[in-house]
T-cell receptor, first 111, second 113 residues
Framework: DVKVTQSSRYLVKRTGEKVFLECVQD?????MFWYRQDPGLGLRLIYF???????EKGDIPEGYSVSREKKERFSLILESASTNQTSMYLC??????????FGSGTQLSVL | AQSVTQLDSHVSVSEGTPVLLRCNYS??????LFWYVQHPNKGLQLLLK??????LVKGINGFEAEFKKSETSFHLTKPSAHMSDAAEYFC???????????FGAGTTVTVRA
């Protein structure tokens, strides 16, 4: 089975801090995604990567950046965390577009 | 542009009774449609997908969904609910066969013993 691992289940950070969320997949998938999940809004795509060092902006990239230096690892960076970035962050990977494999999420609280 | 509306934010059923989760979509093209399930403290898991083959799609755990183009709907059903079906369910549409998926707001299912 594909395993997508997010490094932290819960994180608490201060406003203005730089935050790194890490995601690792073990199935050699080309595609990796970062979503945020908010109640009543479903999932919204932040960034997508289709290869090492390649990235595309999703629907809500403002305030975020990403890094993909190795195929198995995709990092989400909050350059200066703000309270409106308090959310559940979900990482996913896939070969094509028809089936995404998700990690169990990181609940980030920015105080 | 593509979008998805899940008509119920919460559905409560008794164990052993049918489950119906309603989803309407908007798409400029021939869409691909998916249902994902998220159990508490778990990642999302693909339940089933429609990609222009048979309009009645069978998925895992006894779920199925029917694509109705005339009604722009993709409702999810299960004949008999089990306690393990308690979870959040997301309807998802893609109209360009690419990475831009649009997720619905989700439907939370509770199952009463």
């Amino acid at each position: 089975d594909v395993k997508v691992t997010q490094s932290s289940r819960y994180l608490v950070k201060r406003t203005g801090e730089k935050v790194f969320l890490e995601c690792v997949q073990d199935m050699d998938h080309e595609n990796m995604f970062w979503y945020r999940q908010d109640p009543g809004l479903g999932l919204r795509l932040i960034y997508f990567s289709y290869d090492v060092k390649m990235k595309e902006k999703g629907d809500i990239p403002e305030g975020y950046s990403v890094s993909r230096e190795k195929k198995e690892r995709f990092s989400l960076i909050l350059e200066s965390a703000s309270t409106n970035q308090t959310s559940m962050y979900l990482c996913a990977s896939s070969l094509g577009w028809e089936k995404l494999f998700f990690g169990s999420g990181t609940q980030l609280s920015v105080l | 542009a593509q979008s998805v509306t899940q008509l119920d934010s919460h559905v409560s059923v008794s164990e052993g009774t049918p489950v119906l989760l309603r989803c309407n979509y908007s798409s400029s093209y021939s869409p691909s449609l998916f249902w994902y399930v998220q159990h508490p403290n778990k990642g999302l898991q693909l339940l089933l997908k429609y990609t222009s083959a048979a309009t009645l799609v069978k998925g895992i755990n006894g779920f199925e969904a029917e694509f109705k183009k005339s009604e722009t709907s993709f409702h999810l059903t299960k004949p008999s609910a089990h306690m393990s079906d308690a979870a959040e369910y997301f309807c998802v549409v893609s109209d360009r066969d690419d990475y831009k998926l649009s997720f619905g707001a989700g439907t939370t299912v509770t199952v009463r013993a």
